[in-house]
């Protein structure tokens, strides 16, 4: 099995290259020139946009194809504040140049829309912003030039005291959605309320492809175990051009266990490559959910380095020996 490693967003080892500089709502209330103010968030998107290429090359350069984009690229986009603007033509070129890297160099990119992002909720103020969210995010990846393999990831979301009524909602509204947004989303199992079965259970009905989180799945299992579990999400992404993805940390401390830690274990990644090899997978990509980010990365290969039946085929990329 050959697992490929990637990051999150901000680099600890590149300096002065944060994809997510932003300004407050309230600073840009106080600007009396609204055009002025709006220019300013323009060019502070460009510059995130700028930082994410400058990512982009530092990750080809240590062989890592597997990043997830900050979803704060442009700032204050959906505010409430800004209704009617729509700076995505703006940024186009900018945009095209983050597709057009990703396309030559065979990387492997996504969005994870932030929390408020819900499509299980009953308030249709919330829905209809989620579902905004949604198709922003998937026009940029439209305007980056980039296919269905680029993914927006989301939770199902909240239960409202009822799971079975809420995840029947989320079914509902997740196929109101227009299908070119329906065709990047996967479905993460989370923490606290949709269990890995219950997310899995949601995938099958709606045929969208399930990331796997197994830190949540850790604090969070409904009592069920990934051995059963791993065939059927993994079939969830039979007719993908891509392989199975799974999300990975290590929990923070004792008092903290849903938080995730600076690093990830190997001996915690390791566990699972157990369970996915021998069910038959033959490709995995792994996003690592660590604090220290790209840095865990090279740690946790360093590690792996040095355990039997892990043979690294390049920095961010390795092979499970039979």
């Not at 697992?3 to 600007?31: D, E, I």
């Not at 060019?43 to 700028?50: G, T």
């Not at 984009?69 to 945009?95: M, Q, R, Y």
């Not at 259970?201 to 579990?229: K, W």
Request: proline letters at 4%; a negative charge.
């Amino acid at each position: 099995m050959i697992v490929r490693l990637g990051y999150v967003a901000m680099s600890t080892v590149v300096a002065n290259a944060s994809p997510s500089k932003t300004m407050t709502a309230t600073n840009f209330a106080k600007l009396a020139d609204r055009d002025a103010a709006i220019r300013k968030l323009e060019r502070l998107a460009a510059e995130n946009i700028h930082n994410t290429l400058r990512l982009l090359r530092h990750n080809r350069a240590h062989d890592i194809r597997l990043y997830r984009f900050s979803s704060k690229l442009i700032p204050l986009i959906g505010h409430e504040l800004l209704a009617g603007w729509d700076p995505i033509p703006t940024l186009a070129d900018e945009l095209r140049s983050l597709g057009d890297y990703t396309k030559e160099h065979g990387m492997r990119v996504s969005f994870h829309p932030d929390h408020f992002t819900v499509l299980s909720t009953p308030r249709e103020d919330v829905l209809r912003n989620s579902i905004q969210d949604l198709l922003r995010h998937s026009l940029m990846l439209d305007t980056m030039g980039l296919d269905d393999r680029a993914k927006c990831n989301i939770h199902v979301g909240g239960t409202y005291g009822d799971k079975k009524t809420a995840g029947e909602r989320f079914i509902r509204h997740y196929l109101q959605l227009d299908s070119t947004v329906r065709r990047r989303i996967t479905l993460e199992n989370d923490d606290k309320t949709f269990t890995a079965s219950e997310t899995l259970d949601i995938c099958e009905q709606v045929q969208a492809p399930m990331v796997l989180d197994v830190h949540h799945h850790d604090v969070n299992s409904g009592g069920e175990t990934l051995d059963t579990l791993w065939p059927r999400i993994a079939a969830t992404w039979n007719g993908q051009a891509i392989p199975p993805k799974i999300h990975m940390s290590s929990p923070k401390n004792e008092k903290d266990p849903r938080g995730h830690a600076d690093y990830v274990e190997a001996d915690k990644l390791m566990a699972f490559m157990r369970i996915a090899s021998e069910t038959g997978t033959e490709r995995l990509d792994v996003m690592l959910e660590a604090k220290m980010k790209d840095s865990a990365l090279f740690r946790l290969m360093e590690d792996l380095s040095r355990l039997e039946g892990v043979a690294l085929l390049d920095q961010a990329a390795f092979e499970i020996c039979p």
